[in-house]
């Protein structure tokens, strides 16, 4: 019964709606007002963020085997999972001399930075770029045909993405809020709930592949 339930298309975004909604309501109603405390740089989000990654390169270690084409699916996938690690775990704010943002537009728009490491930080920009071009081209044609076939990785791929960009969404609204008010910035409260909303997304990422891969899995041996 419980593979039954695990291998159909609307465990995953299910499964996410409830466990986030309960993350959330722990964290909020239990969180004594600090929620802050919660979502910071060295919190618990971060730590259970970064877990979920450390099992997520282990679990494509694991299903090596599964994947036919080595470097242009499995290898990427390994390696984009990598990034999103070292990025989760704050490696950008190392690798500058001068600066702590290298990989955001700012960064290479201050004419304070060395030149050298403006080519360095857009090569490798553009390498993990072309890393997600590719999969997208290879695999976007069948995703959207599939989606309506009711495909369970497909339903679960599109769970994944859905919070990614929805994540990403809520972490510029506080910015964009403050530049539409001419600088005037959230309540204090309301600030709260969107760092945490955002925080926790990014957090149930890595599981949410993990389970893909897991489906993935499930699916070839049946």
């Not at 971060?46 to 270690?61: A, D, K, S, T, V």
């Amino acid at each position: 019964m419980i593979k039954k339930v695990f291998l159909t298309p609307f465990f995953m975004p299910v499964a996410f709606v409830v466990c986030y909604l309960s993350f959330m309501g722990v964290v909020y109603f239990g969180g004594h007002g600090d929620i802050l405390s919660y979502t910071k740089e060295g919190g618990i989000i971060e730590f259970i963020c970064h877990f979920g990654y450390i099992l997520l390169i282990g679990m494509l270690l694991i299903v090596c085997n599964d994947y036919k084409d080595k470097i242009r699916s499995w290898g990427m996938f390994l390696f984009l999972a990598m990034v999103a690690f070292l990025r989760e775990a704050g490696i950008h704010h190392h690798l500058s001399k001068t600066d702590t943002t290298p990989f955001k537009s700012r960064f290479f728009l201050n004419p304070n930075n060395p030149w050298e490491e403006k080519v360095i930080f857009g090569a490798l920009l553009l390498v993990v770029l072309a890393a997600v071009l590719y999969l997208a081209y290879k695999y976007s044609k069948h995703l959207i045909k599939t989606f309506f076939e009711m495909n369970i990785i497909t339903w679960s791929i599109a769970t994944l993405c859905t919070i990614g960009v929805v994540g990403k969404i809520v972490d510029r609204f506080p910015a964009n809020y403050r530049k539409a008010n001419n600088g005037v910035a959230l309540d204090a409260d309301v600030f709260e709930v969107f760092q945490l909303c955002e925080e926790a997304s990014e957090m149930f990422l890595p599981y949410i592949a993990v389970l893909i891969l897991w489906q993935y899995r499930m699916i070839g041996k049946k």
